[in-house]
């Protein structure tokens, strides 16, 4: 969970501007299975994210893009760290002719194996973008200042610099994968980066700090866009990777760049 105070209203609008799609194709991929073995040292929860990683992999090899992941990836992400996994979705698929644009969880089940092992599965109604244009115009923004690890009622903060001129957009994914626009909230706070001329966030209007509930600590991710060009988003609505995506994916493919900043809060 992540707390702010400010006395700025929620909703904002920007003026939008115009977009130049990239020719796209949505391939929709009804009742995908996979499964991740729930390990002694795991959460029930923790195998059910690896079981949702694995079906994201299904679905982008179903959608014809199988050759660019390769077999040392797969055993990577299926015996590495939930930290290890959101590492290897980020850098793996960054520069893939297609985005995941629609996931939708049908339902969960339990298993025992041959060997005794105990299997998490998940079906999944998932849609995968596919794109003509390779990337070309990405502005890859250099964020300092957020650690990996926070006490519970630590504040929170960061620098953004760009190499060239670009607007951003900060997102934050709680441990429960909600999502929300942190940044900006109001026309008074610009995203326009300009040339190597950081900006510093939370500005003076808002003061950020995390918060969690959970005794075992909490798990979130800042999640950063750029882009060349402003455009338009409603706050309100956003609120989970689709309604997030619906809003991301009508940006230029070839011109668009997002990464994201993990970080657990723990209870000292």
């Not at 964020?143 to 960061?158: A, F, H, L, T």
């Not at 909230?185 to 001329?197: H, T, W």
């Not at 995506?245 to 209870?267: C, G, V």
Request: glycine share 4%; net charge neutral; with cysteine.
């Amino acid at each position: 969970m992540f707390l702010q105070k400010t006395s700025l209203p929620l909703f904002i609008t920007f003026i939008l501007a115009s977009f130049n799609l990239v020719s796209q194709k949505e391939v929709r991929l009804n009742d995908l299975s996979a499964c991740a073995v729930l390990h002694s040292n795991e959460t029930v929860e923790e195998a059910r994210q690896a079981a949702i990683f694995n079906v994201k992999l299904v679905a982008l090899q179903e959608a014809g893009i199988s050759e660019l992941i390769t077999s040392n990836q797969f055993f990577d992400v299926k015996k590495g760290s939930m930290t290890d996994k959101d590492n290897y979705y980020e850098t793996t698929f960054a520069d893939l002719k297609g985005e995941i644009s629609k996931f939708n969880v049908i339902s969960f089940d339990q298993s025992v194996g041959s060997s005794g092992e105990v299997n998490i599965c998940v079906k999944a109604n998932v849609s995968v973008v596919k794109f003509d244009a390779e990337p070309k115009d990405r502005i890859n923004l250099l964020v300092d200042g957020v650690d990996s690890r926070y006490k519970n009622g630590d504040p929170i903060s960061m620098k953004i610099t760009s190499p060239k001129t670009a607007y951003f957009w900060v997102f934050l994914i709680d441990g429960e994968g909600n999502y929300s626009l942190l940044y900006p909230q109001s026309l008074q706070q610009s995203n326009m980066l300009g040339v190597n001329q950081p900006i510093s966030l939370p500005d003076k209007s808002v003061y950020w700090n995390v918060n969690t509930k959970q005794k075992q600590g909490e798990k979130n991710g800042l999640l950063l866009v750029s882009y060349p060009e402003n455009v338009s988003i409603n706050a309100a609505q956003i609120t989970d990777f689709n309604s997030w995506a619906n809003w991301y994916n009508q940006l230029n493919y070839t011109s668009r760049a997002k990464q994201i900043k993990n970080f657990l809060i723990f209870n000292p």
